[in-house]
């Protein structure tokens, strides 16, 4: 039983489907996300806990109440602050908690972000100073580990994905 449980988390972790590249996928550990979240929505605490994220309470709430988009039970909030200037938070549906997210603003000209709610993986993608540069986060319900920052080529690479 041990053999085939180690098998199977082998094929997951470096055989499976996977929308980030190879280095990253012998890195970083995943967490398999078998159930989304079918509870009731709960918002954010503005007044309270989450005081700080108030300005953006219309988007955050939104966004919330389509249920997860990431990692089970999380909604991840990309807000856009100019041209090609974006940035995120991310609130947990099930306990309204909101939390940063590492990029965002002009310092991630053209932010990109790649996930889904059966996994804890964000690929994000960027532009800074004419290089398209990558970044894989894993979230591992307390704060977002980052992979290392990639290069994957001149400022046209990002623009033309």
């Known amino acids: ?4 449980l180690a098998t199977s988390f082998m094929f997951f972790v470096i055989g499976g489907p996977s929308s980030i590249n190879a280095l990253a996928q012998k890195t970083m550990p995943k967490l398999p996300m078998d159930r989304v979240y079918q509870g009731p929505i709960v918002l954010p605490d503005f007044k309270g806990r989450d005081k700080e994220f108030s300005y953006y309470r219309t988007r955050i709430r939104e966004e919330m109440k389509t249920g997860p988009n990431f990692a089970g039970h999380y909604a991840i909030v990309v807000i856009g602050c100019g041209t090609a200037c974006r940035f995120a938070f ?6 309204g908690q909101v939390y940063h997210f590492p990029y965002g603003g002009e310092e ?6 790649r996930f889904n709610v059966k ?3 964000v690929a994000v993608r960027w532009v800074s100073e ?9 979230w591992n319900d307390y704060q ?3 992979q290392g920052v990639l290069r994957l080529g001149d400022r046209d690479f990002c623009e033309a994905i």
Not at 1 to 4: T, V
Not at 108 to 113: A, E, F, T
Not at 130 to 138: K, M, S, T
């Open 1 to 4: 039983m041990k053999k085939l």
């Open 119 to 121: 996994s804890n993986e």
């Open 108 to 113: 991630n000209y053209g932010m990109d972000l």
């Open 144 to 146: 977002f580990n980052n």
């Open 130 to 138: 004419n290089n398209c540069l990558q970044d894989h986060l894993v």
């Open 90 to 95: 991310m609130g947990d549906v099930a306990n």
